[in-house]
């Protein structure tokens, strides 16, 4: 079988943002739709036996989060959500097609990605099953763009993260597409490494958010 890189570390958050028909009394709530909504993040390959391995691709299937807004001061709007990490599954086709990856893993291969991933080592899905995200402030920068700030949690280890997220509505639906990079280590454990690093993961990850949020 040939090497190919193992998957090591999924950092998985959720954020939904604000909008609305401006107003005193223009507070809401929100809720993430999941079956409308993906949350993917995208792993490199690296070291100098890169090109034996593989890109990945990590796909949240279990995820809620919540949003509460408020158009006509957006700065006090917030959201809070979370993501079961056993169900992360790693290399679907049509996810690897969808972000122009080449070549397919094996389903042994892939079954191995996912050990790997939630593993004592790695996630450690059995000690720690949630991912979280919550946020401590959301400016806005344009009248569809905001800046995000909040505390991501993976494998128990809370960071800051900041990321610009792009907004529109759909009717009473919101749409908000962003991606957040961050580092694999900065939340307690190293990117995958074989061969004395000639197949390894690069340390920076890049999530990337497609999430829909309905009204409660």
């Known amino acids: 079988m040939r ?20 107003g005193p009394s223009s ?18 390959r690296d070291g100098v036996a890169a090109k034996l391995g593989h890109d990945h691709v990590v796909q949240a299937m279990t995820f809620s989060g919540r949003v509460t807004y408020d158009a006509s001061a957006p700065t006090l709007s917030s959201v809070a959500a979370e993501v079961h990490a056993a169900t992360l599954e790693a290399d679907d086709a049509e996810t690897r ?19 790997s991933m939630k593993a004592e080592g790695q996630l450690d899905v059995a000690r720690f099953p949630l ?37 529109a509505m759909e009717g009473n639906v919101f749409r908000a597409t962003a ?6 280590s900065a939340f307690g454990y ?7 690093g000639a197949i390894k993961n690069r340390d920076a990850v890049v999530l990337h958010m497609d999430l829909v949020a309905v009204p409660e």
């Open 27 to 44: 507070a809401a709530a929100f809720k993430i739709d999941p079956s409308r909504s993906s949350l993917v993040v995208q792993i490199f």
């Open 3 to 22: 090497a190919h890189l193992r998957v090591t570390v999924v950092g998985i958050s959720c954020l939904a943002l604000v909008g609305g028909a401006a």
């Open 97 to 115: 097609r969808k972000f122009g990856l080449e070549g397919q893993p094996s389903a042994n291969d892939v079954a191995e990605i996912e050990k």
């Open 131 to 167: 991912i979280t995200f919550t946020s401590t402030t959301i400016t806005p920068e344009t009248p569809d763009r905001y800046l995000v700030t909040g505390q991501l949690t993976i494998r128990g280890v809370s960071r800051a993260v900041q990321f610009p997220a792009n907004v």
């Open 190 to 196: 190293k990117p995958y490494s074989a061969l004395l």
């Open 179 to 184: 991606k957040l990079t961050f580092m694999q």
